[in-house]
């Protein structure tokens, strides 16, 4: 179910605000304050780990914190918890341009105009062709789901469940389930 409540990111403002009782893989870092909550996605082939500050604050902290080590520590310790959940619907999207990267491993003549020829893959006869850019492009909705797949649990009997409620700014990070390597980061 869900209704309005109040978020605060930069400001306070009124967001559909969706609510599940269910078990879930869970972990409190008392030392660092900060809940790690997994939810598995399309049918377990990845999953979406959120990371939120016990209080509200910037989220500079928390991004410090956040070294493929802790991340990985963080993960093993995740336990089966009857949680209740309180998560604000949103979709977050991002476009990054790869160039920068790609040329950091090597690939730097793909965007000289001069020394690249990528005509071979183009049915165009344009004569030499070279990237322009290159683009990616990532898409994540939190929204509500029919249904119980995707690590959801709703109808298994939740004991006193611990609260996870999201009504500040959290960290979203997707990690793909059978290599581990990480999908996207979102704030």
Known sequence: NQDLRSF???????????????VY??????ENMVQ???????????????????????LAR??????????????EKLNSTSMALSL?????SSMVNLQKQLAALGLVDAWNETSADFSATSSLGQGKLHLGAVLHW????????????????????VQKPKIFYADHSFIILV??????????IGL
């Open 62 to 75: 928390l991004d410090r914190l956040l070294t493929p080590d802790r991340v990985e520590k963080w993960l």
């Open 25 to 30: 893989r869970h972990y409190e870092d008392m």
């Open 138 to 157: 990532t898409s994540l909705e939190l929204a509500p789901e029919s249904g119980s797949k995707d690590g959801m649990h709703e109808d298994e009997d």
């Open 36 to 58: 790690v909550l997994e939810l598995g996605l399309w049918e377990g082939k990845a999953s979406m780990v959120l990371l939120l500050p016990f209080h509200v604050e910037s």
């Open 88 to 92: 604000p619907r949103t979709k977050i």
């Open 175 to 184: 990690r793909d389930s059978s290599t581990g390597a990480l999908l996207m």
């Open 8 to 22: 605060l990111g930069t400001k306070y403002t009124k967001v559909p605000m969706m609510h599940r009782l269910g």
